[in-house]
């Protein structure tokens, strides 16, 4: 099983990032694929997340209007888009998996997710 994410970097406040996360070994159709992130010195908190089982997305306030997530799943692969980008952005992302039939009852609840990716830093610079 593995969760390759990338599409981390430095960009300038208003500026834009696209991450990816492949996914492998599991049945891609069957799990919901979530961002979250973790800035210096704060617990790691979800973005947001869409169902590939069902197609439905989930998106944390911080991340309204700005970051759109979606899927090609003939890729196995998510996309987070980053637009607008703020200082306070600056974190590790990662990517991670979870049953789609569980999301609904697990929400942002780390604890829950089975497989994460390697983190890839983004910096927001002011």
């Known amino acids: 099983v593995q969760l390759q994410a990338s599409g981390g970097g430095l960009v300038q406040t208003g500026g834009s990032l696209r991450h990816s996360c492949a996914a492998s070994g599991f049945t891609f159709e069957h799990y919901a694929i979530g961002w979250f992130r973790q800035a210096p010195g704060k617990e790691r908190e979800g973005v947001s997340c869409?169902?590939?089982?069902?197609?439905?997305?989930y998106i944390a306030d911080s991340a309204k209007g700005r970051f759109t997530i979606s899927s090609d799943n003939a890729k196995n692969t998510v996309y987070l888009q980053m637009n607008n980008l703020k200082p306070e952005d600056t974190a590790v992302y990662y990517c991670?998996?979870?049953?789609?039939?569980?999301?609904?009852?697990?929400?942002?609840?780390?604890?829950?997710?089975?497989?994460w990716g390697q983190g890839t830093l983004v910096t927001v610079s002011s």
């Open positions: 991670a998996a979870i049953r789609g039939y569980w999301l609904v009852h697990a929400g942002w609840n780390k604890i829950a997710y089975d497989y």
């Open positions: 869409i169902n590939i089982s069902d197609g439905s997305i």
